[in-house]
């Protein structure tokens, strides 16, 4: 079976976490124990029904408020697929939260209120997606039974919601489907009270999305994680060259350039746990070997001899901003790209984005926490990278305080 990684989105109260624990309560995900303490916890707190987002939302503060704050992840399968779900909170002041959960999704559930419509928080949502290249979206219209499974009201949110999603560059399927997160409807088994809606249940969708075509595999690319050089007498000669392909197809014979030093050789074997396989691409674990005894250490990357990747030292990049310690002008950082790391000094802040509106607000020196914008880097040393937009493995970098060690801000590199 495939796995689909997925985020859910929305705004605070539209019902996120209670989706989620729909979908794990009608799918039979939820062992007995779990059941009985959300049950026991729902009566503690006097509520009429079983609150079925007790099953995400797990820190204190966040039962108290009835809000999500950091991002949940679950797990769940059915018999056509795996899914990983990142619970991600609606609140602009834990955009970054979202921006974590979101980065390695493959679609993302964004939730709207059926009595509010379209508002900045769906947006916003929407923006970071997009940001993210995330091509799948399933507009969630939720609380259907507050507005009399209304069809108009389903109408004018996605007329609405499409006006907005027209401005945006990358998310190429948006799936609206209306849905009673509370009751049920529509999010594993069909409605028969909107007889009116011919589309599929949310489950169904989820389980039948195409999503294998998003990996990149045209461009070669395998950052070294580690090297292999077991000293026995069985494997006396063996030095491999260990890590997961970002992008592209290698098979053995393939010509090969190592960056980035330069030096030339051709694959000899391509090892797994389970044995040589004829070929590895992404998002395969494998070991390679080469014909050629060549100086190859973890950061390097191999890459096919015909299509390299970029080799720069300045980078234009968007960022968020994760830390609640401001960023100052030209602030010194280390910058972590595939296996590599290295020094990055912040030469220029080109914009931050107003995610509510989309505008552009020059001018600014840095960054404050949950800020997105448009910097320029300046590396010690080159970055082997392809754009965000053609590659999210080699496309993508975090950026880390080297006096306190936190990640501080993750960036999509353009």
């Not at 990684?5 to 995900?29: E, H, N, P, Q």
């Not at 990149?216 to 890590?243: L, T």
């Not at 082997?384 to 590199?413: H, Q």
Request: negative net charge.
């Amino acid at each position: 079976m495939d796995l689909l990684r997925f985020t859910t989105a929305g705004s605070v109260d539209d019902g996120k976490s209670t989706l989620i624990g729909r979908l794990l309560y009608d799918c039979k995900s939820i062992f007995e124990d779990q059941l009985e303490a959300v049950e026991e916890s729902s009566r503690r707190r006097g509520d009429e029904n079983i609150n079925l987002a007790l099953l995400t939302d797990g820190l204190k503060a966040e039962r108290e408020q009835g809000i999500t704050i950091d991002v949940a992840y679950r797990y769940f399968a059915t018999p056509k697929r795996k899914f990983i779900i990142a619970d991600t909170p609606g609140h602009i002041q834990y955009t970054r939260n979202m921006v974590t959960g979101a980065s390695t999704a493959n679609l993302a559930i964004i939730l709207v209120d059926a009595r509010k419509g379209v508002i900045e928080q769906t947006k916003r949502h929407s923006f970071i997606a997009n940001l993210l290249r995330i091509q799948h979206v399933i507009l969630a219209i939720n609380k259907m039974d507050l507005v009399d499974y209304s069809e108009e009201t389903y109408n004018r949110i996605i007329a609405d919601y499409e006006d907005f999603a027209s401005r945006l560059d990358n998310i190429i399927d948006i799936t609206p489907i209306p849905i009673s997160a509370l009751n049920g409807d529509n999010v594993v088994d069909k409605s028969d009270k909107m007889p009116w809606f011919q589309g599929p249940s949310m489950l169904y969708h989820l389980e039948n999305v195409y999503v294998g075509g998003e990996e990149n595999h045209v461009d070669a690319r395998f950052p070294v994680q580690w090297v292999i050089r077991p000293q026995s007498d069985e494997w006396h000669d063996f030095r491999g060259f260990a890590g997961r392909v970002a992008g592209g197809v290698f098979k053995p014979g393939d010509d090969i350039v190592a960056m980035p030093s330069g030096f030339r050789s051709k694959i000899k074997e391509i090892h797994t746990a389970d044995g040589s396989v004829d070929e590895a691409f992404a998002p395969q674990s494998v070991t390679i070997t080469l014909h050629d005894e060549i100086d190859i250490s973890r950061g390097d990357m191999i890459v096919k001899a015909n299509n390299p990747p970029n080799v720069e030292q300045d980078i234009e990049a968007m960022i968020c901003w994760f830390s609640n310690k401001p960023m100052g002008h030209r602030a010194k950082l280390i910058l972590r790209h595939t296996t590599r790391e290295m020094q990055a000094v912040v030469r220029e802040v080109k914009y931050h984005v107003d995610i509510n509106t989309l505008h552009k607000i020059e001018g600014i020196d840095g960054f404050a926490m949950n800020d997105i914008g448009r910097i320029t880097l300046r590396t010690a040393s080159p970055v082997i990278f392809d754009s965000y937009r053609r590659n999210r493995n080699t496309g993508s970098f975090i950026l880390v305080d080297p006096g306190t060690n936190e990640t501080v801000a993750a960036g999509m590199i353009i």
